[in-house]
C-alpha cells in the first residue's frame, strides 16, 4: 500500500465521457482527472471498458459526447499521433511491437518523434543523419541497461517469450520520454517474479523520472500496492474513485468487483 | 423515344449483360475468398484452362456434354492438387502472400493449358444463340440475354447449395470461423476442395460462355483483369455484391468508352472500370457489401 | 570458424552502421566488385553484356524500389512496369525536346516524375489495404499503359507507337557500346543502391517497417502513416522511373508501351519475392535469377538436343516460374537471400549449428 | 577515528618498484595493489589495462589512465571525507572503476570491503553492523536502492556514491551522490599523498558467507592478496599482455584474484556486460586465462554440447568417440604414466579437425589455462571439456581461507585472560579454546605474537572473537602451522584413496566423494549422494532429501559400498590399503549447479555426528586449513 499521494496538478481530465458502439454503450458519463506525478489505476470486470476508455484518452476512439483533455498538449489530442507529440505513451494488453525488427529498433521508433532529419540527408547518411542515430542510439542503450535488455539487444522481438516482450513495449513507451504512460495489462501473463520485477520498474520509473502513470491492471494486489489512486469501471460507468483503501472499502466495488473476480 | 436515348438504352443493356458477364467471373472469386480466404488471382487462368480442356476434349470427337463432365472431373482433380500443394501448407501467412501464390498458381496453369492444348484460338460452339431481339426500336443480343439467364441459373444453383445443402453449412460455417468450423468437427479440407471443385464449375461455365463469345485463346485469361474491379467493387465476400458489381462496371465502361473513349482515343475500357472501383473504395474500403474489418487494439 | 569472432569489439556506434559487417565478408564484396568492374565486361561477350548483364543491373535497380515499398513499407504495388513507363517516356520528352541538359539529369527528372506519379496513385494506400491496394494498383498499369499507348504527344506523334531513343554520352563519352552501357548502368546502380541502404538503416526506413508491421503501434509512435505510404510509394516509384529510363536510353535504345506491360509488373515482383523480400541484397539475387532462368531454359534442350520448340519453351517457362513462385512463398518466404543467410550463419557457427 | 600510523613519503621506495626485468616478479608480494599499479603505470603507460562492455559498446583504459584515474578518485573521496581507517563498502557488478574504488581506497590507507552485488537490504545491514562503514561505493541503481532502504539501520552511513545511475536523478537528500557531483569543483585536482602499509596491513575485506550460510567478513592483508595473486599467476603461467575475464559480483574471491593477479602481470582484465550475456561476450573475448565458478563451466558445457547433438551427426560422433579417447588416453597414462603414442597422434588429429574449430566457435580459441573455484569440477565434466582441447584444473578457493587474516562474530567474553603482549589489546581465552580479545581503541587485524588476532573491528571496549591460525613475530611475517594434506602424503596412500574414489563415483548412488583422516590413521568419506537414486532405493519413493538421508535402507545401501570399496582396497596389492571407517553427507542436497563438496556439510547431521567425533573433523577442517593460507592446490 502505498500513502503518499502526489497532490500535482491535473494531467488528463477526462469529462463526461461516452462511448457507444452501434447499441453497445462502451462508456457513460464517466469523468476522471488524473494528477501529474501519481500512478493512476483502472480497476473492473472484464467488459466494464477500461480499455475503452484509454483508448478515449490517447485518441484511438473518439467519445461520443464528452471531452478528453491532456493539460499542456499544444492541441487537444483528437488523433493519436498528436497525443504521441504531447507527449503521451501507451503499452496495449496483446503487445504491438514491430515484431520484425530488434529491440534496438523497437526502442528507437520510440524516439522516432525525436528524430528531425530529412530524407536527402538520410539518404547521404552522412554528418547530421549520422549523428542523429548515434545520439538517440545511446540514448536507447540507457533504456536497454535501465530494463535490463541487454541480452536481446539485437533479437527480432516477435520470437522474444512474452515477458521480455512486455518489458520491451514498456521500454518503448519510455525512449519517447513522455509526460503520461498509459499501460494496459502491463503484467497479464506474468508470473509473480516478473511482475514484481514490473512493478519495480514503473516505479522508479513514477519516482525518479516523475513520469505519470495511468494502467488497468488485473491482480489487486499489484495494483494496491502500485497505485495512488484508483478508478472502479462497471458496465462503463466510474463506481468509486480514490485511495487504495478507500475502494478496497467501498462496498458496491466490493459488490461489483471484488466479490465478482476473487 | 428520341434515337440517343435509345442508343443510350441499348449501350445501358448491353453493358449491363457484359457486366454479367464479369459477375460469372466474380462469383468464382468470391467463393474461394469466402472459404479458403484466398484471393485468387488464378481465377482467370482457371477459365481459360477450363475452356482450353473443354475445347481440347470436345477437339478429339468427344460429345460436347461427356467433355463437359470429364473438364469438370479435371477440375475437380485440380481443385485436390491445390489443397494438397498449397492451401495445406500455406495456413497463417500473410494474405499478401496467398495472393502471390495465386499469382504463380496462375502461371503454372496458363503454361500447363497451353503446353497441352496448344496456345492457338479455337472456336467453341454449344448452341447459344446469336442474333438480336428487337425490342421496340432497340437491339438487345440474344447471347447475352441468355449468358445472363446462365448467371442467374447459377447463382439460384449457389444459393440453394449454400443454403439448403449440409455441405454449403458446413461451407458458410468455415466462411464465417474457421477455427469454430473445425470445432464443430467440420473438415476443412474437404471443405477447401469441394469450394474450389465448385469454383472449378464456375470456371468452366464462364470459360464456356467466353470462348463462345471470343473464342478459347490465351487471351482469356485478361477476364480475370477486367473482373478484378468488380470483385473489389463487390466486396470480397459477398455473391450479390459481385453481381450489382458487375451490373454497376459493365454500364459504366461501356457508357463511358461509348461517350468519351471516342474524344480521348478509345479502348479506355482496360482502366475506367478500376477507377471506378477505387472511387468506390475510397468511399467503401471494404467495398459494396464487404464487411469492414475492425482495427484490432 | 570461417569467419573469426575472437577479439572483435565494436567500439562505437557507428560500427554498427556498417553496410557489411564481418571483415571476411567485406573481402567478399571487394572481390565482387572488383569482379564486376575490371573482369566480367571483358570476359563477358558482347552478347551476353547487352542481354544478361545490362538487364540485370537494370532490373536490379526497379527491384530494388519494388522491395523498399513492398519489403519495407508493406505496401503491394502491380504497376512498377508502369512506373518505369512513366520514367522513360519523361525522360525521353526532355531528351528529345530539350537536347542540351545532361541524360544524368534527364534520368533524373524522369525518376521525379515517375515519383509524383507515384505519390497519386499511392494515395488509394491510405485506406486500402493488401489487395485492394494491389488492384488499385493495377489501376496504374492498365490507365498508364493506356495512355502512353493513345495519346501520341508522348511520344513525339510518330508514325509508330516505337520509337528509337536518342544516343546519349556521359561525361563526354558516347554511351554506344555494350561495354560503356554496362559501366554507365553499373554506376547508377552501386549509387542508386548505397541511397537506398542508406534509407532502410535510418529513421525513414525504420518508419516503413514500422508502418508494415504494426500500422496502429506506429501511429502511436507518432509517425504519420500518410507520410511513410506516400514516401515509400514516391522512393519507389523514383527507383522504378529511372531503371524505365535506363531501360529505354541504355537497353532497348527504343522506346515502347509494350516494353512496360503488366507482365514487366510481375515479372519485378516475382524478384523480390524470388530474391527476398525487405533485402536491398534479395533484389539483386532475385533480377539474376528471373533473368537467367529463361535463358537456361532456352540452353539446356540445346545442349541436350531436345526437340523442344519455343512455343513448348515459353509454356515451361512460365509453369517453372509459377512453381517458383508457389514454393518460395510456402517453403521460403524470405527467399534465397534468407537461405543465404542460412549458409553464412552455418559457416559462423561451424562446426556447431546455429543455435535458434 | 585517529588513524594508527602517519603517512609516509613514499619517494624512499620508488627505487625498489624499478629493480625489475621480468614483470612482476620484481614486486615483493607484500606491496600494496595500487603501488603495483603505478609501477605497471611508469612502465607501460601506453598498453590497455582494463575493457569493459558499457551501454554495448567496449571501452578500454590504458595503465596510465587508469593510474590517473585512481589517484583522481582518491583525491575525490579525500574531498568527501574518507581518512586513513575510514572503511568503504563497494559492491557492483562487471565494472573495472568498482576496483579502481578500491585502490584508491588503499592508496588512502582506509580499507575496502567489497560486498555481493546481489545483496538484500537486511544483508547489507548485517554487513554495516560489523563495519560501520560511512561510504559506500554503488556499482549501479539496484546497490543504490539496496543501501537507500537499509539507510535506517546504518546511522552512520554518510555518502552512496553511485557509478552509474542509470536514468535515475533522486539524490534521496544529498546521500546519493554521482562521481560528476563528487568530482564537482576541484575534487579531481586535489592531489592527496598516498598511504604507506606495511605487507600484513589489511588491504581489502571480502563480504562471503561462512559454510553455514551466516555472512562473515573476511579480511586479507596486503602479504595474503600478494601472494595469492602471484600463486595464482605462477599456476596459469600468465604473461604479460594476457586476456582475463571477469564477469561476476566484486566479492567473489575468484574474481579479486584475478584481478590483483592481472595487475601483478599486468595483464588485461575485460568485463562482460552482464550475466545474460556473459557466454556470447566470452565469445568475443577469447580470454587467455579463465577462472571461474563450475556453475559457469556447466553453463557453457551445456550450450556447447546442445549444439553438437543438434549439429550433424558426424560431429557428434567425432565428439563421443573424442570423449572416449579422451578417457581412455587418461587411463593409459594413468597405468604406464605416460600418454600412449597412439593416443598423443590422434589427439592432435582430432585437435586439428575438431577441436580448434570448436574452441573458436564457443569462445575458448585463445584459452591457456582455465581454472574453476568453489570447488572440484566434476570428473566427466573435466573429462568433456577435455575432448574440447580445454583442460579445467580445479583450484581450493575457498574465499573463507583464500587469504584471510580472521574473521569475526561478536560473543560475549568468556573468563580466563591470557597476557596481552600488544599494549592496548587485552586477550582472554574462552573455555572453547578461542581466544577472545578487546582493544581500547578501534582496531583492524591487529596480529599478537602468540597467533592471535583480534576482530576485524572493536569499538573501545567492546569484544570479539579470534582464532589461533599460526604465528607472526613483530616483524609481521607469518609462520604457518603445518597441514595435513593429501598431496603430501606418501603417493601410495593418494593412489588407494583416489582408487575409492573412483570406485565410490563409478556407483549409481553417489555422484562424487572425498576424504579427510578420521585422526585413528583411517579415513572419514564424505560423499554427495545422487538424490534420485536414493529415491530409488527409499521405500517411499516420495521423500525429500532430508527424510531420505534418515532411512535405514538408503544408510545400509551406502554402507554397504563402503564395505565393497573397502574390501576392494585391501584385495588391491600394489601399495598399502586405506580403510574408510565412517561416512558423511550433508544436511541439504548439493544441486547439478553445485554438485561439489565442502568438506564442513557432513558435520552438520546427527548421523554423522555419531559416526564421526566432531573433534576429529576439527583438525581436519577448520583451524588447519585456515592455517595453511593462502595456497592454491590444483587438485
Known sequence: MRNISPTGADTIIVDDVSLRFGGVMALTGVSVKVREGEIFAIIGPNGAGKTSLLNCINGFYRPTSGSVALVGADKPSISVSSAARSGLARTFQNLALFRGLSTVENLLLGRNLKMKTNLLQVAMFVGAARREEIEHRAAVEEIVHFLQLQAVRDEPVGQLPYGIQKRIEFGRALASEPRVILLDEPMAGMNQHEKAEMSGFIRSVNDKMKVTFVLIEHDIGVVMGLSDRIAVLDHGEKIAEGTPSEVSANPSVISAYLGVEH | MSLDLQFFFEVLISGLLTGVLYSLVAIGFVLIYKASGVFNFAQGAMVLFAAMTLVGISDLGVNIAVSALLTIVVMVVLAYCVEFFILRRIVNQSQISLFMVTIGLSYILLGLGQLVWGAEVHSLDVGLPVGQFVVGDMFINQFDLSVAAICGLIVLALAYFFQRTRVGLSLRAVADDHQAAISIGVSIRNVWIIVWSVAGVVCLVTGTVWGAKLGVQPALNLVALKAMPVIVLGGLTSIPGAIVGGLIIGPARKLFEVYFGSIIGGATESWVPYVVAIAFLLVRPAGLFGTQELRRI | ????????????????????????????????????????????????????????????????????????????????????????????????????????????????????????????????????????????????????????????????????????????????????????????????????????????????????????????MGISITKAKLSAFAISSFYCGVAGSLWAFVFLKSLGITSYSIDTSFKIMFMIIIGGIGTIMGSFIGAAFVLIVPILLNMIPATMSLPLSTGVLACLEQIIFGVFIVYFVIVEPQGIVRSVRNLHQKLVAWPLTVNR | MKPIRQPVSIAAELPALHRRDIP???????????????????????????????????????????????????????????????????AGETDPRLYWYALAIQRAGALPILVSSRIDSSEFAGVYAKAEFAFFVAGSEAQVDVAVNARSRCPELRLVIALDRGLEVDDYGGLVVTEQDLRGVDGARTRVEPWIALQTDPAVAISTYDEAGENILVVCSHASVGKAAKEFASLASMKANDELVSFLPISWFGDFLQFSAALFERALLSSVENSATAVGDLQVLAPDVMLAPVSFYRKMLSRIEVNIHHSSRIILWIYIWSNSLAARASAHSAKFGRAGFVHVITAQLLDIIFRAPLRNVIGFSKLRSAFCAEGILPPDLAARFKSLGIDISPIDLDPRYGGVLGSVACPTPQSDPVDVVIEGVELIRNSAGQALCRSDFP?????????????????????????????????????????????????????????????????????????????????????????????????????????????????????????????????????????????????????????????????????????????????????????????????
Open chain 3, 1 to 220: 570458424m570461417f569467419y573469426r569472432a575472437a577479439r572483435r569489439l565494436p567500439t562505437s556506434y557507428s560500427s554498427q552502421f556498417l553496410i557489411i559487417k564481418r571483415p571476411e565478408d567485406r573481402i567478399l564484396a571487394a572481390l565482387a566488385v572488383g569482379v564486376a568492374i575490371f573482369l566480367l565486361p571483358h570476359i563477358a561477350s558482347t552478347y551476353a553484356l547487352s542481354t544478361l548483364l545490362v538487364p540485370f543491373l537494370i532490373f536490379s535497380i526497379s527491384a530494388i524500389g519494388l522491395n523498399l515499398l513492398m519489403g519495407y513499407a508493406g505496401q503491394a504495388s502491380l504497376g512498377s512496369g508502369a512506373f518505369m513507363a512513366v520514367g522513360a517516356y519523361a525522360s525521353y520528352k526532355l531528351a528529345t525536346n530539350v537536347p542540351h541538359i545532361p541524360i544524368v539529369l534527364d534520368f533524373f527528372i524522369g525518376g521525379v516524375a515517375a515519383a509524383a506519379v507515384g505519390i497519386v496513385f499511392g494515395l488509394p494506400s491510405l485506406r486500402m489495404r493488401a489487395f485492394y491496394l494491389a488492384i488499385a494498383t493495377l489501376a496504374v498499369q492498365f490507365f498508364i499503359e493506356w495512355l502512353f499507348s493513345k495519346v501520341s504527344w508522348f511520344w513525339n506523334d510518330h508514325a509508330s507507337g516505337v520509337v528509337s531513343t536518342p544516343a546519349f554520352s556521359f561525361l563526354g563519352v558516347p554511351i554506344d557500346t555494350p561495354i560503356k552501357g554496362y559501366y554507365f548502368s553499373l554506376a547508377v546502380v552501386a549509387l542508386m543502391t548505397l541511397l537506398a541502404v542508406n534509407l532502410t538503416r535510418s529513421h525513414i526506413g525504420r518508419q516503413w517497417m514500422a508502418v508494415r508491421d504494426n500500422e496502429t503501434a506506429a501511429q502511436l
Open chain 4, 24 to 90: 612482476g616478479v620484481g614486486i615483493s608480494a607484500g606491496v600494496p595493489l595500487w603501488q603495483v599499479l603505478r609501477a605497471n603505470a611508469m612502465e607501460w603507460s601506453g598498453s590497455t589495462a582494463y575493457r569493459a562492455k558499457l551501454r554495448g559498446l567496449w571501452k578500454s583504459w590504458t595503465w596510465a589512465e587508469v593510474e590517473r584515474e585512481v589517484v583522481s578518485i582518491q583525491g575525490m573521496l579525500a574531498q568527501a571525507g574518507v581518512r586513513s581507517g575510514t572503511m568503504v563498502a563497494i
Open chain 4, 443 to 635: 582496531a583492524i587485524g591487529i596480529v599478537e605474537s602468540g597467533g592471535m588476532i583480534v576482530p576485524l573491528k572493536t569499538n573501545a571496549g567492546g569484544w570479539g572473537r579470534a582464532s589461533i591460525f599460526g604465528k607472526i613475530d613483530k616483524t609481521g611475517t607469518l609462520e604457518f602451522l603445518e597441514d595435513i594434506d593429501l598431496e603430501e602424503l606418501e603417493d601410495q596412500t593418494a593412489a588407494s584413496l583416489r582408487a575409492h574414489a573412483t570406485r565410490l563415483n563409478s556407483e549409481l548412488l553417489i555422484r562424487n566423494s572425498i576424504f579427510r583422516p578420521d585422526g585413528k590413521g583411517d579415513w572419514v568419506a564424505v560423499i554427495n549422494p545422487d538424490v534420485d537414486a536414493l529415491r530409488a532405493i527409499s521405500p517411499n519413493s516420495g521423500s525429500r532429501y532430508h527424510e531420505l538421508i534418515e532411512q535405514e535402507e538408503v544408510i545400509a545401501a551406502l554402507a554397504g559400498i563402503i564395505r565393497k570399496s573397502n574390501l576392494a582396497s585391501q584385495k588391491d596389492a600394489a601399495g598399502i590399503s586405506t580403510q574408510i571407517s565412517s561416512f558423511a553427507w550433508f544436511a541439504k542436497p548439493l544441486s547439478a549447479e553445485e554438485g561439489t563438496l565442502t568438506r564442513h556439510g557432513g558435520l552438520q547431521h546427527k548421523q554423522i555426528q555419531s559416526l564421526v567425533p566432531t573433534s576429529v573433523m576439527e583438525t581436519g577442517s577448520v583451524n588447519v586449513r585456515m592455517a595453511q593460507m593462502p595456497r592454491l592446490r590444483v587438485a
